[in-house]
RNA sequence: GUGGGUGUAGCUCAGUUGGUUCAGAGCGUCUGACUGUGGCUCAGAAGGUCGCGGGUUCGAGUCCCGUCACCCACCCCA
């Protein structure tokens, strides 16, 4: 019996990294451009880097991570990426030597959920992290950043939908409010909802049920319980994406699962994702660092889902236009007794001139190379038989025109790489 | 954790009311078409315990039960 990876774990086949890449190496130039360097955070951490910071109550920690001891040490496989990226922040004393840092990740993360589209049980992010500062332009920045790393991949027909979940007194008090308006509806609302009422009350209005809606449209809004800072900090972060021309949209029933979250929240929706319609989330966490036993700071960031990505790239059939990786500059084929040798070591003197080339390996016919050669969109082939080897030559082929011609073994370097900038790949 | 769907060659799928074309097609792969040369065309070949295990039947990809895997959805979230 074959062994195969696990449920909900894929591999990422050589066919299918240039379009990953695609994406990556997009996502670090754009975030670059914004001032984010790159922070590569372990893949399992302390387990209460995550339980206390996501939330006891959320999925995610309830029964979504993969947890493992050594010993008397829980650890566990990274669900996220914000609450090591603070765990890191503070460990490594950044609020007192450079407070404000703007970082990006890019890795795997993961959750055990049952799997489903857009839902893996490794999956990878794109995440950026501001920390140290709470200026709203900071929240408008990063939604700038996702929409332009959207647009910069020519991923169209995404929105951009925010919310303001207000600080913890804000919350508090609207937490009263909606136990007190949901309260005696409690009968009404799915199993659920009724759930949630006691877990995390917020995630009632965004629930699905037509009938837990049209209980919910009846509350009040969060907006209405705002206080001053909370109100002026969300109004400043949309007169940002403004001067920014960002498009978006307002959804008061927009609610984030993780606990962390305080102040604006956003999401990145498109069609073409099926159920997990989230591109992307974020938000502000504002009481995250201090929660940890930090200073008073603020931070923002999002994460963004690496498979949803290319989901919704597949979606707008922006598929083609990929190579797998940069064609070979040139194929090399053999051609009867004792021409295998002398074309290895050419072989290896061409790649240690800097080109890309390669032969066959398993022993077939002069067709079957030439099949090889041409299936490698190598714009050049090198034929070596025992006619060329004798004469110390060997025969230089452009695949395009199918023209040849012999040159001298020896100058096969100086006559293809003064072209190979201009090859393709 | 809960539903629903699907499981036939490497890939995408046909296989009608169970019985000598029900083991097939297309693509892909390989070989060959005046003995050292690709892409097009033509010819041919390899490749499948029909997910697995039981059962019903004279006889089962085709019916029943179980099981596993995958997919989609709920939930949750990127």
Known sequence: ???????????????????????????????????????????????RVFVHNVGETSDIVEKGM???????????????????????????????????????????????????????WQFHQLGVEALGASDPLLDAEIIALAGHLFDELGLSGYRTVLNTLGCGDCRDRYRRTLQEQLGP????????CQRRMDRNIFRVL??????????????????EALCGNCRSHFEATLQGLRILEIPYEINPRLVRGLDYYTGPVFEFVHPGLGAQSALGAGGRYDNLIAENGGPALGGAGFALGLERILIALEALGQTQALAASPALHAF????????????????????????RVDLDHEGRSVKAQ????????????LVLGCD??????????????????????????????????????
């Open 388 to 425: 060329e080897l004798a004469q110390g030559q060997i025969t230089l082929k452009r695949m395009d025109t199918g023209q040849e011609s012999k040159i001298p073994l020896d100058s096969v370097l100086s006559v293809l790489r003064p072209g190979a900038a201009d090859l393709p790949g």
């Open 206 to 223: 965004d629930c699905k049920q037509e009938a837990c809606q049209a209980v919910s449209a009846g509350t009040s809004t969060l907006q």
């Open 370 to 381: 030439m099949r090889s050669a041409n299936r490698s969109a190598a714009p050049f082939v």
């Open 185 to 192: 509806q409690r009968g009404r609302l799915c199993a659920d």
């Open 66 to 120: 993969f947890t493992f001891d050594s010993g008397e040490d829980h650890y566990c496989l990274r669900p996220e990426g914000t609450a090591a990226a603070v765990r890191a922040y503070l460990q490594h004393n950044y609020p007192k030597t450079r407070p404000f840092q703007k970082w990006h990740y890019i890795g795997p993360m993961f959750r055990h959920e049952r799997a489903q589209k857009g839902r893996k």
């Open 332 to 355: 090399l084929v053999s051609i009867g007794p004792g021409t295998r040798e002398p074309l290895f070591q050419l072989a290896g003197k061409l790649r240690r001139g800097g080109l």
């Open 1 to 47: 019996m074959l062994l195969s990876a696990p449920a909900g774990i894929d591999d990422i086949l050589p066919e299918q990294v240039a379009r990953w890449r695609f994406v990556e190496d997009k996502a670090r130039e754009l975030f670059a451009r914004y001032g984010y360097s790159e922070i590569r955070l372990p893949l399992f951490e302390d387990l």
